[in-house]
Structure formats: C-alpha cells, structure tokens
C-alpha cells in the first residue's frame, strides 16, 4: 500500500491564484518532501519538511506538516504558467527508510 | 549544482535484447536508485544501491539487475526486454540517509517492440 497519497489528483486554476495540494499518509515519517516533474522530465526536489517541523516556506512555496492527522499541504502562491507541472510527496516508509512517491496532483495554470 | 545524466531520454528496443541504461552523478553521492514511472502507478523503485558493488531490491526487481562498479555510475539491465518493461525510466542520487532529498535524471522513456 502506498504511504504517501495526493489530493486532487488534478487540479485547474488562472493564473495568479492559489494553488493546495494535499498529501496524506499512513504511517509514521521522519520527514516529508515535494517534487515537482515537468511533462516528460525527472522529478525536481522543492522542499523537505522534517517531522518536527510544522511549516517551512521556500519563495512562492508554503508546506505545511500534521502530523497529528498524519497530512501535508503545499500552497504555491500567485500562480504561473511556468508552475504548471506534476506535484508528488514523498514519504520515507519507518521499516526501511526508502522513499515513497505518490500519484501526484496534475496542477494546470491557465494564462 | 548536482548533476545526474542518464545515457539516452528515448530508447526503443525489440522483445529479447539486453537493454542497458546508465546514470552517472557527479556530486559523490553514495545512495543512487533506479525507478520506472507508469501512468496510474507513481514512481515505483526497481533497485537501490548504497555504495560501490552493492545493490538492494526494492518493490519491482523482477526483469531486471543493476551494476556499480563505480561510486558515480549506476547501470540498470534489462536481460530480455519485454512489452510490459515499456516506460520512464528514472536514476536518482542521494547522499547520506536513503529517506534525504534526491536528485534525478531526466529520464529514460523506453519503447519495447
């Protein structure tokens, strides 16, 4: 089973707006991370919020961590067209310390 | 910067050849993995390897191996290529715990035949 799920798996919103990606998980984590993939491309690391860490911001990127509800947010604000891309998180699984991908949110920003 | 390359970005390759795709880092990392991404089914790690000449399975080994004989260079083989390993290929780099930030590729997409 997947540890890391994102939340919507697709997402279309103007230029200039908000952007929330949601990602829930199972078990418990040492961090958390978010990637971003362009169509066609490898995985590009944006942030890695640790478990004792609650927010951490990164330019025009906030991530949030609970994990109480064992969830994460990534808020992209202002929005671009350049920002149009995959989002995945990415847990380590506690057995091993691997990382685990999600399914990723498709975030489309229209011009 | 780190900077992982990969051999090829498309590949496409007839039912039964030896497929080899290579991945090189340039930061000394010692962690570097190989993943292969599907439409539906997220990024899913193939194999893993923490240092020179070792290697770990992870979720999805059947069908292939890997080789690092050198800290920067780690090759993943397809011994027979089939239609079901048709798919991005993904090689990424990490340094120090397997769970920190890793750096990839730009991917392979390989077509089999």
């Known amino acids: 089973s997947q540890q890391g799920e994102e939340d919507p798996q697709a997402l279309s919103i103007q230029e200039g707006e908000n952007a929330t990606m949601n990602c829930s998980y199972k078990?418990?984590?040492?961090?958390l991370q978010w990637y971003r993939q362009n169509s066609g491309r490898g995985l590009v690391h944006l942030i890695l919020?640790?478990?004792?860490?609650r927010e951490k911001h990164s330019g025009r990127l906030r991530v949030t961590l609970d994990t109480s509800k064992k969830s994460s947010s990534l808020l992209i604000t202002a929005s671009r067209a350049a920002d149009t891309a995959s989002y995945f998180c990415?847990?380590?699984?506690?057995?091993?310390?691997?990382?685990?991908f999600g399914q990723g949110t498709t975030l489309q920003v229209k011009p | 910067d780190v900077k992982v390359t990969q051999s090829s970005r498309y590949l496409v390759k007839r039912t039964g050849e030896k497929v080899f795709l290579e991945c090189v880092q340039d930061m000394d990392h010692e962690n570097m993995f190989w993943y292969r991404q599907d439409p539906g089914l997220g990024l899913r790690l193939i194999y893993f390897?923490?240092?020179?000449?070792?290697?770990e399975k992870g979720d999805i080994p059947e069908g292939y191996s890997v080789s690092r004989e050198k800290k920067e260079r780690f090759s993943l083989i397809l011994e027979s290529a089939s239609t079901n390993q048709t798919s991005m290929y993904l090689c990424?780099?990490?340094?120090?715990?397997?769970?920190?930030?890793?750096?990839f590729g730009p991917g392979t997409r390989l077509l089999v035949l």
């Open positions: 990424a780099s990490s340094s120090g715990d397997l769970s920190e930030t890793q750096y």
């Open positions: 919020i640790r478990s004792n860490e």
């Open positions: 390897s923490y240092d020179v000449k070792m290697k």
């Open positions: 990415a847990t380590d699984a506690i057995n091993t310390g691997k990382l685990i």
């Open positions: 078990t418990s984590i040492n961090n």
